[in-house]
């Protein structure tokens, strides 16, 4: 499966924004896909990850609610909506994929074997 991120820009802090997470091939109903982020100078860190049902979700801890997960299959999409936007979660969000057991997740990012090629998200205050 082949991974392609859209939806990032340059916002105000408090806007929100949508990103998307589009898959080729037909078999993306397999995958858990797991959302991640690095900033300049920093470490590629977690975000979110859905397993391959949707019906389980998981976040990191400073996120405290503002973000949520979620994913259609039928079009073969992933969502990463973010509220609340502040200026430090300015990165370059990446999706991943990882063939996984149903209602499986998984959050490091040495379990996910496909990545898109990220986009961009610039928060100002």
């Known amino acids: 499966v082949q991974l392609v991120e859209s939806g990032g820009g340059s916002v105000q802090a408090g806007a929100s924004l949508r990103l998307s997470c589009a898959a080729s091939?037909?078999?993306?109903?397999?995958?858990?896909v797991g959302w991640f982020r690095q900033a300049p100078g920093k470490e590629r860190e977690f975000v979110a990850a859905?397993?391959?049902?949707?019906?389980?979700?998981t976040y990191a801890d400073f996120l405290k609610g503002r973000f949520t997960i979620s994913r259609d299959n039928a079009k073969n999409t992933v969502y990463l909506q973010m509220n609340s936007l502040k200026p430090e979660d300015t990165a370059v969000y990446y999706c991943?994929?990882?063939?996984?057991?149903?209602?499986?997740?998984?959050?490091?990012?040495?379990?996910?074997?496909?990545w898109g090629q990220g986009t961009q998200v610039t928060v100002s205050s």
């Open positions: 991943a994929a990882s063939p996984r057991p149903y209602n499986d997740i998984v959050v490091r990012t040495y379990d996910y074997d496909r």
């Open positions: 091939g037909r078999t993306f109903s397999n995958y858990a």
């Open positions: 859905i397993s391959r049902s949707g019906g389980v979700t």
